[in-house]
């Protein structure tokens, strides 16, 4: 009888110890983390991880703590689309609790005293900086990436310096714009861009035949664009927004052109993480 209870034991703890560890699967995922109102994207494949922003506190980390193994300290490359609280004060606690290997951010500065913080982590790391333009490729374990904004490549006296010049100009504009290709799935991933770069985007060729949108600058009026919006032809848009937020977002015109579209929309204030996985073929939402 005890030989028969330990053996029950063993069995119960081994399924305790596989059901906690999760073992990675050989699906591409990707995550809008319900970070409330700002955005942050987690991109993985088994323990290959893309962060894109860290929304507007820590919950960045609860996560990050979901989705990766326990064991797995390691980020691959982390972007911030531009310097702006509720996509880059997460952050810095990412910064502070995992190894990034690589940081893709513009080198637009911040006058926000959170804004210096994450400069200061920034500065005492040994990272790879990558400065983005148009065009640039990236790939990380079969994941393809392009860069489609910014539109230009600046030349600074010191590329690993972030906040490397001000400027006037209206920040979400600044915004990194990336295609990701996997298989013949592929995701828009478009931070706070607006109106104003619309046309530059869809002239870049790069946005036809488009799985996954993730909807500009939280749903706002001021983000997608009809045009755009018809050129991605999207399968599936998510909107990343907080709950009863005080800039009524998303725009009831914004969810108007989606709907009319037939397009499948998921939001984080109803939904909260939203994970879509691919196998480079079909996709589906867990």
């Known amino acids: 009888m005890k030989k028969y209870f330990l053996m029950v034991l063993v069995l119960i703890l081994l399924v305790f110890v596989l059901v906690l560890i999760k073992l990675p699967d050989d699906n591409l995922h990707i995550v809008t983390c319900d970070v409330g109102q700002g955005d942050a994207i987690l991109i993985f494949k088994k323990n290959t991880q893309i962060l894109i ?150 002239e870049t060729n790069k946005t036809s035949d488009i799985t996954f949108l993730k909807v500009p600058h939280h749903g706002s009026k001021n983000g997608l664009v009809k045009d755009l919006l018809l050129s991605v032809n999207p399968k599936i848009a998510v909107i990343s927004v907080g709950a009863k937020n005080s800039y009524g977002h998303p725009s009831p015109e914004i969810i108007k052109m989606l709907e009319d579209e037939h397009i499948i929309l998921k939001r984080t204030d109803l939904d909260h993480d939203i994970e879509v996985v691919t196998d480079g073929g079909k996709w589906w939402v867990n």
């Not at 996560?63 to 810095?92: A, N």
């Not at 200061?120 to 148009?134: A, C, F, H, Q, Y």
Request: aromatic content about 10%; some cysteine.
């Open 53 to 202: 922003d860290g929304g507007p506190d820590n919950k960045v980390l609860n996560c990050l703590s979901r989705y990766m193994s326990f064991w797995d300290k390691r980020i691959e490359l982390v972007i911030l689309t531009h310097p702006q609280s509720d996509h880059f004060t997460g952050l810095i606690d990412v910064f502070r609790k995992y190894r990034v290997d690589m940081f893709l951010a513009n080198q637009v500065d911040s006058s926000s005293d959170s804004y210096q913080v994450l400069k200061n982590e920034v500065r005492g790391l040994n990272l790879n900086m990558i400065n983005p333009k148009t065009f640039m490729k990236l790939k990380i374990d079969n994941i393809n990436m392009e860069i489609l904004n910014p539109h230009e490549l600046q030349d600074y006296l010191n590329k690993n310096v972030l906040g490397a010049f001000s400027t006037k100009e209206e920040l979400n504009n600044f915004s990194i714009v990336t295609r990701f290709d996997y298989g013949s799935f592929s995701a828009l991933t478009t931070g706070d861009m607006g109106p104003s770069i619309t046309q530059r985007i869809i």
